[in-house]
Nanobody, 116 residues
Framework: QVQLVESGGGLVQAGGSLRLSCTTSGRTFSAYVMLWFRQAPGKEREFVARITGSEDNTYYADSVKGRFTISRDNAKNTVYLQMNSLKPEDTAVYYC?????????WSQGTQVTVSS
C-alpha cells in the first residue's frame, strides 16, 4: 500500500504562486508515474500534469501549460507542482496520484483558492 501526503495548498491572489508537494511512502517511488489532478466545485476531476518515473518526461493540460511545472525528487519520494500566474479559475482541490502497472493511489487532496 502506498500512501500519499500533500502539502502546500492555501489562499493566494490572482497572479501569485504556490507550490504543492506530495510525498509518498514505499521504496519504489521512481517506478511510479506521478500525476496531478484537480476538481473545482460542481465539476469533474480533471488532469493537470504528469511526470514519468526515471526519464522525467512531462505532460500538461493546455489550461496550465506555461504556468505550472511538475517535477520530482526521487531521493525524497516527492513530486511537486509549481503553480505560477495563478488565476481564479485555478481554484480547486488538487490531488496527486501515483500510477504503476494498472494500480493507482490517490492523495487526500489540498485546497487551492485564488482570489481575484
Amino acid at each position: 500500500q502506498v500512501q500519499l501526503v500533500e502539502s502546500g495548498g492555501g489562499l493566494v491572489q490572482a497572479g501569485g504562486s504556490l507550490r504543492l508537494s506530495c510525498t509518498t511512502s514505499g521504496r519504489t517511488f521512481s517506478a511510479y508515474v506521478m500525476l496531478w489532478f484537480r476538481q473545482a466545485p460542481g465539476k469533474e476531476r480533471e488532469f493537470v500534469a504528469r511526470i514519468t518515473g526515471s526519464e522525467d518526461n512531462t505532460y500538461y493540460a493546455d489550461s496550465v501549460k506555461g504556468r505550472f511545472t511538475i517535477s520530482r525528487d526521487n531521493a525524497k519520494n516527492t513530486v511537486y507542482l509549481q503553480m505560477n500566474s495563478l488565476k481564479p479559475e485555478d481554484t480547486a482541490v488538487y490531488y496527486c496520484k501515483a500510477y504503476r502497472d494498472g494500480i493507482e493511489y490517490w492523495s487526500q487532496g489540498t485546497q487551492v483558492t485564488v482570489s481575484s
